[in-house]
């Protein structure tokens, strides 16, 4: 196979398109999604998505990624880059030299879950990734490239692809709404790939609309958190969606952000 310095980059847009406005080219990619979901025969490129595993079962410096308990991912390129700052960079040939190394965010937190409808009890310790958590090509052909992507949280991972494909919320809501996966974990992944605004007012509204209520009514006595940044947001007369993706920066903290930037 070749190295991954041999990986032909993609830009995105593709020269031939670069005229034309991103929304559109997203809109079509929408349109087109159910000729391209769950179709591994025609994607281009395959994503390893690493699973923790429980502490000892291996050493979190065990260098074999293929060691590592993983999803594969069989995706188009197209639909990533589209909605993804940071597989447009990857697929643009940048290489994890370029990426600054972050280590990954801790599990959503206790509170968090509580807060949300999920009845999964917390383990007594957390599992372990790999130490080396840049996202980066791994060794594959020039045409079908596959990249190593550590994610902050594995569980919500489908969720998201869902969406970059087809621009729905709906699958995400139900989750949310069952307890499957957390916000918080959500919220980490959009940073960690540079998703789009849109799903950020999402993940906004649904803080306002579940969790914050959730939160105020547990704490009913001034606190020192966040709290009341976002009690403010919800009380004003901002607009909905600017207030939504407000809410959703202000609880995320940029001095949290989670998203691998380029040198």
Same mark, same amino acid.
């Given at each position: 196979?070749?190295?991954?310095?041999?990986?032909s980059?993609?830009?995105?847009?593709?020269?031939a398109?670069?005229?034309?406005?991103?929304?559109?080219?997203?809109?079509?990619?929408?349109?087109?999604?159910s000729?391209?979901?769950?179709?591994?025969?025609?994607?281009?490129?395959?994503?390893?998505?690493p699973?923790?595993?429980?502490?000892?079962?291996?050493?979190?410096?065990?260098?074999?990624?293929?060691?590592?308990?993983?999803?594969?991912?069989?995706l188009?390129?197209?639909?990533?880059?589209?909605?993804?700052?940071?597989?447009?960079?990857?697929?643009?040939?940048? @290489? +994890?030299?370029?990426?600054?190394?972050?280590?990954?965010? #801790? /599990?959503?937190?206790? =509170? *968090?879950? &509580?807060?949300?409808?999920?009845?999964?009890?917390?383990? @007594? +310790?957390?599992?372990?990734?790999p130490?080396?958590?840049? #996202? /980066?090509?791994?060794? =594959? *052909?020039? &045409?079908?490239?596959?990249?190593?992507?550590?994610?902050?949280?594995?569980?919500?991972?489908?969720?998201?692809i869902?969406?970059?494909?087809?621009?729905?919320?709906?699958?995400?809501?139900?989750?949310?709404?069952?307890?499957?996966?957390?916000?918080?974990?959500?919220?980490?992944?959009?940073?960690?790939?540079?998703?789009?605004?849109?799903?950020?007012?999402?993940?906004?509204?649904?803080?306002?609309?579940?969790?914050?209520?959730?939160?105020?009514?547990?704490?009913?006595?001034?606190?020192s958190?966040?709290?009341?940044?976002?009690?403010?947001?919800?009380?004003?007369?901002?607009?909905?969606?600017?207030?939504?993706?407000?809410?959703?920066?202000?609880?995320?903290?940029?001095?949290?952000?989670?998203?691998?930037?380029?040198?």
């Amino acid at each position: 196979m070749d190295s991954p310095q041999c990986f032909s980059p993609r830009p995105f847009p593709p020269p031939a398109l670069a005229d034309v406005p991103l929304e559109y080219i997203v809109d079509q990619l929408h349109h087109l999604a159910s000729n391209y979901w769950n179709k591994p025969d025609t994607a281009d490129c395959i994503i390893v998505v690493p699973i923790p595993t429980p502490p000892g079962r291996r050493r979190a410096t065990d260098p074999d990624v293929h060691a590592v308990p993983h999803l594969t991912l069989r995706l188009h390129s197209d639909y990533l880059c589209a909605k993804s700052t940071l597989f447009r960079d990857l697929f643009n040939g940048d @290489s +994890s030299r370029d990426l600054v190394q972050r280590s990954p965010p #801790p /599990r959503p937190s206790s =509170s *968090s879950s &509580s807060s949300s409808s999920s009845s999964s009890s917390s383990s @007594s +310790s957390s599992p372990v990734l790999p130490q080396n958590t840049t #996202p /980066r090509m791994m060794p =594959s *052909s020039t &045409s079908h490239p596959i990249i190593f992507l550590p994610v902050p949280d594995p569980r919500s991972i489908h969720l998201l692809i869902h969406w970059i494909y087809f621009g729905r919320t709906d699958h995400i809501e139900t989750c949310l709404e069952q307890g499957a996966v957390h916000w918080e974990g959500l919220a980490q992944n959009v940073e960690y790939l540079g998703l789009t605004t849109d799903i950020k007012i999402f993940l906004g509204r649904w803080y306002n609309n579940w969790l914050l209520p959730a939160r105020r009514q547990c704490h009913k006595h001034p606190s020192s958190d966040d709290g009341d940044d976002d009690l403010a947001l919800v009380e004003s007369g901002e607009d909905p969606e600017i207030s939504d993706e407000h809410s959703y920066l202000t609880k995320r903290g940029r001095t949290r952000s989670l998203r691998v930037r380029v040198l």
